[in-house]
Every structure is written in structure tokens, then in C-alpha cells.
């Protein structure tokens, strides 16, 4: 079956801009959560979606929000662009709402530059 | 909130030598799991290892959760391990996982 799948792969922007990212998890999977992995502060969790609902949110600034569909599709938008937002994101899909389990899988990752 | 420890940060080590890498948490967890990520981005789970020992092939993990630590052990270890690996945990009511700065790996040939 198709794994998880992350658009776009990669992803330039400018300052001040916004973006969005999205997320399509394993069929079957309701639970999608996303993460920020950066150099400096390593992997952090930015928040986690079950069945269209914000379950969890990690402690980033009101800038970074997401949304799940009603076909568990996920999305994540971050607006007002900082140099410091540029990041590989994940995305991760599992069949119920733990996400550290063994069944929750991650896409290959969003890597976004801020210029 | 919980700290996570991982060491070493760096390894390097030949073909076919064992090592083990060390995760160290700083409060009780409800979950503890090691993925293994490539060195193309991708994050693949390994163990889900709250409390006990797991193996899987040429790894094996143990948790000990009442002296707050967990081990991953990788033995005759290939070129393919190469990469970085993580250990996160949760704590408490929130569930939220926390990571650690991981282990980067590289087996040269």
C-alpha cells in the first residue's frame, strides 16, 4: 500500500511569505502529526490531527497551524515567513491517535528555505 | 517538561563491529520508541520499547523505565545503518513526544 506522502518535497520562499504543506497519510490512518527538525533545536512536535480535531499542539508560535480533512489529509501552514522557520517538516500517519507506536509511519519530509 | 539524553552523538565505526547507543530520560514515560533515520530524510521506526527487551534482526533495545534509560545494541553492523538515530518519549498526561539530539552512525565499509 502507499506509504506516507509529503508535498511539495521541496520548497524556496522569501521572508514575510506564507506556506503551505501538505500531508497524505496511509489509507486507513486517522492520526496525522507533523514535525519541525532543524539543526539547532533537533526534532520538535508542532501538533497532531484525529479525525479532523487538533488533539496536541507542541509549543511554536501562532504563525504555524494545520488542519486535517475529512479524508485524513492533512495540512500545515506556516505564515509570516522567518529565517529561522527553514526546516525539514515531517509528517507521520498512524491508525489511531498514539503516535509514538509502532504503527505510525513518516513521509520523506517537506525541506523549506527561507531567503 | 522531560529531558532525553542520547550518546554518543557521533559513532563511526567498520563493518561488522557491535555498538550500542544510549538514551537517558529524565522522568517516567508512557511511551519510549527508536527510529533510525536515512540519510535521505526519512524516519523509520525501529522499536516501540516502553519497558523490556525487543529484538529484531541484528538490533535488539531494552528499556529499563525505573532506572530511566533505554539501549539500542546493533550488532555486525553494515554500511546500511548508516544515519542518525533517535530515541523519543512522552511523559506524564500530555503525550506530546519529546526527542532526543540523536546518535549519528556511519559504518564505513
Not at chain 1, 512536535?45 to 480533512?69: A, C, D, H, I, M
Not at chain 2, 547507543?21 to 525501529?46: A, K, T, Y
Amino acid at each position: 500500500k502507499a506509504g506516507v506522502t509529503q508535498t511539495p518535497r521541496y520548497l524556496i520562499k522569501t521572508r514575510g511569505q506564507q506556506v503551505t504543506l501538505s500531508c497524505s497519510p496511509i489509507s486507513g490512518h486517522r492520526s496525522v502529526s507533523w514535525y519541525q527538525q532543524t539543526p539547532g533545536q533537533g526534532l520538535q512536535f508542532l501538533f497532531e490531527y484525529f479525525s479532523e480535531t487538533q488533539r496536541n499542539k507542541g509549543n511554536f508560535p501562532g504563525r504555524f497551524s494545520g488542519r486535517q480533512f475529512s479524508n485524513s489529509r492533512s495540512e500545515m501552514n506556516v505564515s509570516t515567513l522567518e529565517l529561522g522557520d527553514s526546516a525539514l517538516y515531517l509528517c507521520a500517519s498512524s491508525r489511531d491517535s498514539s503516535y509514538l507506536n509502532t504503527e505510525a509511519f513518516f513521509g520523506q519530509g517537506t525541506r523549506l528555505t527561507v531567503v | 517538561g522531560i529531558q532525553v539524553e542520547q550518546s554518543p552523538p557521533d559513532l563511526i565505526l567498520q563493518e561488522g563491529a557491535n555498538s550500542t547507543l544510549r538514551c537517558n530520560f529524565s522522568d517516567s514515560v508512557n511511551n519510549l520508541q527508536w527510529f533510525h533515520q536515512n540519510p535521505w530524510g526519512q524516519l523509520i521506526n525501529l522499536f516501540y520499547i516502553p519497558s523490556g527487551t525487543k529484538q529484531n534482526g541484528r538490533l535488539s533495545a531494552t528499556t529499563v523505565a525505573t532506572e530511566r534509560y533505554s539501549l539500542l545494541y546493533i550488532s555486525s553492523s553494515q554500511t546500511t545503518d548508516s544515519g542518525v538515530y533517535f530515541c523519543a518519549t512522552d511523559s506524564g498526561g500530555s503525550y506530546i513526544p519529546t526527542f532526543g539530539r540523536g546518535t549519528s552512525l556511519i559504518v564505513h565499509p
